[in-house]
């Protein structure tokens, strides 16, 4: 059984930062690519930025040159690091892991942006 623990999530003020991260744990073999994801009450979710395993990434338009996704394969981890945040990124972040035992997204993690 595969279990994602995702931490990192809180209130903070415009223009501050946060560390979400997302640990996996148990039978989980072959990870390739690592993604988070958003959703805000009422939108769809958003697909904010992904690493593939050879360290290739992506990022939302939204969040380029602010956020920053990494892992750490030895923990079977990814982080992502949000700088400058803004109140339009307030949103329950959820990490997604792809790998060869299959698709898992963890429980969410919520970010509050405000003053």
């Known amino acids: 059984q595969v279990r994602l623990v995702e931490s990192g999530g809180g209130l903070v003020q415009p223009g501050g930062s946060l560390r979400l991260s997302c640990a996996a744990s148990?039978?989980?073999?072959?990870?390739?690519?690592m993604a988070w994801y958003r959703q805000a009450p009422g939108k769809q979710r958003e697909l904010v930025a992904f690493i593939a395993g050879g360290g290739g990434t992506y990022y939302a338009d939204s969040v380029k040159g602010r956020f920053t996704i990494s892992r750490d394969n030895a923990k079977n981890t990814v982080y992502l690091q949000m700088d400058s945040l803004k109140p339009e990124d307030t949103a329950a972040y959820l990490c997604?892991?792809?790998?060869?035992?299959?698709?898992?997204w963890g429980q969410g993690t919520q970010v509050t942006v405000s003053s």
């Open positions: 997604d892991i792809n790998s060869v035992s299959g698709k898992f």
């Open positions: 148990g039978s989980i073999f072959g990870i390739n690519i």
